[in-house]
């Protein structure tokens, strides 16, 4: 009798296991409706409790014996393996798709404010265009600069500039409506469309994000003015698609900073893509012909040997009448013109000639070129690189491609191809700037790139920002776990290269180590650099 009472307990527990298993089942059939495994599973579990309850009644009707017993016994075990699997599994799909829409959010939104980023601004700019070309609406674009951002930047540090930047998305946050869109477009831009708003209601609009800005904002106990300029541009009179009014919205920035008012309308008069942009295009494709272009080389140092293990090549222009060029200024334009494939084929060619005379002088070092996101729309690309590998006799693993974040997101599969065929080569790959291109870890993790550049935004503040350490150690964590290894830029003090010693970072570059050099002058400094103390 005993034997009977605990086995037929054993199966009707077993039984309701089962039955609560069915819970969880059915909600992830519910969720993954085109996925008939679920719907299969859950049939069986139907089935087994259809099953379980039919040995129970024979429990029931017939004598008990140990056989029997055992059997109910790896009933009760079979339904709490299968309640606990079902729970498991559950736990875990929920988590996956708290991360993937974490992921999805972080792809479309600023980081830092958490508003629309430039991507999702466009798509949604279009959205309102196609709405007001139907109505024959006009829509208002205002592009929206903190003066001096950079100066709290340098001074206080970025922290101080992330606050004012956060406190600025709120205050702008507070004077938009319900169809209006805001988005943070850089690192001292927001940008804000208003449909349905012409000329006058655009001035309106801007002298009340104006008038929200004069207010001093506090930081760390500092009150600070940032002081804002504002470009409007207006659709359809400015520019019929989403591209050309943010263009002539930055525009119209340059003018409102000579405005009292701070804010001004777009007009071609003010189009510094005009005559400035064109001189300045002309100038950079003789400056190719008239050795007026140079490379200079950081290094780059290995910290646990504390010996030099490469270098990046670094553009320079020395324009006469102009003085040195920002990189920051004719690299983008370069790439506005088309005129970034031959800068790009100019660096390789003098980068690797370099490599081959360093090579024979007996110095072996790693060189490293930006590539841009033109670069890897080139359909020669690949093929460019190794004939000028071939030309100058340097092996493939010499040579080190930077390729930034943004621009693999750009157009992740076409990256994802060049980048495949590049390594298949045997060019080394690096991806630089990480951490500021919204990329999913799993596409990262596909690229065969053998190393992770941190931007140096997270590295300069890091021994006193916490958010910035935490995201550095994190980052390096990352990459050794996929089995990169990781180069920090922007190091420019003790502290800084100590603590990322004391992380496990592979590699570091910055002034603290070594300012960019000519190529006469680096072997000069390498071999003071032997002589001295490491940093």
Not at 35 to 47: A, M, Q, R, V
Not at 113 to 128: S, Y
Not at 140 to 146: D, G, M, P, R, S
Not at 421 to 445: E, M
């Amino acid at each position: 009798m005993t034997l009977k009472l605990l086995s037929l307990l054993f199966v009707l527990g077993g039984s309701l296991c089962l039955v609560l298993s069915l819970r969880p089942t059915k909600l992830m059939r519910n969720e993954n409706q085109k996925i008939t495994s679920w719907n299969i599973l859950f049939l069986l579990i139907l089935f087994f409790v259809v099953g379980y309850l039919a040995f129970a009644v024979l429990v029931l009707l017939v004598p008990v014996n140990y056989p029997e017993f055992m059997v109910s016994l790896v009933f009760l075990g079979g339904g709490i393996f299968v309640l606990m699997t079902m729970k498991m599994s559950s736990f875990t799909l929920k988590e996956i798709k708290e991360i993937a829409a974490v992921e999805r959010h972080r792809a479309c939104h600023d980081d830092l404010t958490g508003l629309p980023n430039r991507r999702l601004f466009r798509d949604r700019l279009g959205q309102i265009i196609s709405k007001a070309r139907s109505d024959s609406t006009p829509i208002a674009v205002l592009l929206i600069e903190l003066n001096r951002i950079s100066e709290v930047n340098v001074t206080l540090g970025h922290r101080c500039g992330d606050q004012i930047l956060k406190q600025a998305a709120e205050r702008l946050q507070g004077l938009i409506g319900a169809e209006d869109i805001l988005s943070r477009q850089g690192s001292d831009e927001f940008v804000v469309a208003f449909p349905g708003t012409d000329t006058d209601g655009a001035f309106e609009k801007s002298r009340s994000i104006v008038q929200a800005m004069e207010d001093h904002f506090p930081v760390e106990g500092h009150s600070l003015d940032i002081g804002i300029s504002i470009g409007i541009a207006l659709y359809p009179l400015h520019g019929k698609n989403s591209h050309v009014l943010l263009q002539r919205a930055d525009t119209a920035v340059a003018g409102a900073k000579h405005n009292s008012s701070g804010f001004a309308l777009y007009s071609p008069e003010r189009d510094r893509n005009s005559l400035d942009r064109l001189t300045m295009a002309s100038a950079l494709r003789g400056a190719l012909k008239k050795a007026e272009l140079a490379l200079h080389y950081q290094p780059k140092l290995d910290i646990k040997t504390r010996q030099v293990s490469g270098v990046e090549a670094l553009v320079r222009w020395s324009r006469p009448g102009y003085g040195m060029v920002p990189p920051a200024e004719f690299i983008p334009l370069a790439e506005r013109t088309g005129m970034i494939r031959p800068l790009t084929i100019w660096v390789l060619n003098t980068a690797l000639r370099q490599a081959a005379i360093w090579h024979k002088e007996g110095l072996d070092l790693d060189v490293a070129v930006n590539i841009s996101a033109r670069n890897l729309l080139d359909a020669d690309i690949v093929e460019t690189v190794e004939g000028i590998l071939n030309a100058w006799e340097v092996p493939p693993g010499r040579l080190v491609l930077e390729i930034t974040e943004s621009s693999i997101m750009a157009d992740p599969e076409r990256a994802y191809d060049i980048i495949t065929r590049l390594h298949a080569i045997g060019v080394r790959l690096s991806i630089d700037d990480f951490g500021t291109g919204y990329s999913s870890l799993a596409y990262i993790k596909r690229l065969p790139a053998m190393e992770i550049k941190i931007d140096k935004s997270f590295v300069q503040n890091m021994d006193t920002d916490e958010n910035d350490a935490v995201i550095v150690r994190s980052t390096i964590d990352l990459a050794h776990n996929m089995g990169r290894k990781v180069v920090a830029e922007g190091i420019e003090s003790t502290d800084i290269y100590d603590l990322l010693d004391m992380l496990g970072c592979d590699t570091a570059q910055g002034f603290h180590i070594c300012h960019p050099l000519p190529a006469e002058e680096l072997q000069p400094w390498l071999e003071s650099f032997r002589d001295t103390s490491p940093p």
